[in-house]
C-alpha cells in the first residue's frame, strides 16, 4: 500500500548568531525520494513495511540530508514515524502522513 505523504516540513536552521539570524526552510511533499522495504517479514499479520522519505535540507549553512521512517505494520497501516532530528535544525511544521488503501470507485449508492 503507498503511503500517502501531504504538506510542508518546515525546518529552523541553528546558527552560532543565534536567534537573530534565524534560517527557516521549507521542504514540500513533492521534493521527498522514498523507498519501501520489508522491514520484517515475519510478523503475524504480515510484513511490516518501511518507507524512507528523504530530501536535502538546503540553507546558507550547508546542505544536510534529511530522513523520515515510516513503518507500516500491518500493511497500510502506520504504526510509528521517526521524524528528523539534528543538533544543526529544528523540525517546526511536519507533513501528514497515511497510510491505506486508494481510494474505492465502486458505490453503494
Do not use: C
Request: proline share 5%; net charge negative.
Amino acid at each position: 500500500m503507498p503511503i500517502f505523504v501531504k504538506g510542508t516540513s518546515v525546518f529552523r536552521v541553528l546558527t552560532e548568531e543565534g536567534e537573530n539570524n534565524e534560517i527557516i526552510v521549507k521542504i514540500s511533499s513533492a521534493d521527498l525520494q522514498q523507498e519501501r522495504t520489508v522491514h520484517d517479514a515475519d510478523r503475524g499479520m504480515g510484513p511490516e513495511y518501511l518507507t524512507t522519505f528523504s530530501a536535502t535540507l538546503d540553507s546558507e549553512t550547508g546542505e544536510e540530508e534529511v530522513e523520515w521512517f515510516v513503518y507500516e505494520y500491518p500493511e497500510g497501516v502506520l504504526n510509528h514515524i521517526e521524524r528528523p532530528t539534528s543538533a544543526t535544525y529544528e523540525l517546526i511544521e511536519d507533513f501528514e502522513f497515511e497510510g491505506g488503501h486508494f481510494p474505492d470507485d465502486t458505490s453503494d449508492e
